[in-house]
């Protein structure tokens, strides 16, 4: 495999589309989640320079820290609580531009000012939640969920 990330191309969507291809590289051949989940982040925070990437997992009922690259991070997260557990919760992505005005948010960092997060799912249901945090503001829209969608389906599609 190779040694390190290179993400080439100026605007986000160039980077994230330099970036697919060397992380289904990186899976492949590897059937360890852990392992997989944790060079995921891992190419994801390298490549793009996001605050906080990582994820949760269902655990009964609660999210569970998983994997992540950033500033440490709560470890358990309720049904509905937070922005994390609302995808858990709603089954869909969720975009929040400004975390302050996001109901319940849990504020794991204060450097931390917008979020998107990803279900992903096993068998029909959510087994795990993708979390990425921005320092900057409104930071994520249509570009950065499509690519996030497209890491869910790497995801689900990983043995483990
Ligand atoms: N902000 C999240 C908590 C996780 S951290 O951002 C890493 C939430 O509201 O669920």
Not at 44 to 50: N, P, Q, T, Y
Not at 66 to 72: D, E, L, M, S
Not at 113 to 138: H, Q, Y
Request: proline content about 4%; charged content about 20%; aromatic content about 8%.
């Amino acid at each position: 495999m190779s040694e390190s990330i290179l993400v080439e191309g100026t605007t986000r969507e160039e980077k994230y589309a330099s970036l697919l291809p060397q992380i289904r590289a990186l899976v492949e051949g590897e059937n360890d989640l852990i392992a997989n989940l944790a060079n995921i982040i891992g190419a994801i925070k390298e490549g793009m320079d996001f605050l906080w990437v990582g994820c949760y997992f269902v655990k009964g009922n609660e999210l569970v820290l998983g994997p992540f690259q950033g500033p440490v991070a709560c470890t358990r997260i309720g049904f509905g609580k937070g922005v994390c557990g609302a995808c858990w919760q709603r089954a869909e992505t969720i975009i929040v531009k400004n975390v302050d005005e996001f109901p319940g948010h849990i504020a794991c960092s204060t450097e931390s000012k917008s979020e998107i997060t990803i279900p992903v799912f096993k068998n029909g249901k959510v087994f795990m939640v993708l979390d990425t945090d921005s320092r900057s503001l409104a930071d994520f829209g249509e570009t950065d969920r499509n690519f996030f969608q497209e890491i869910a389906l790497i995801i689900e599609s990983l043995p483990g």
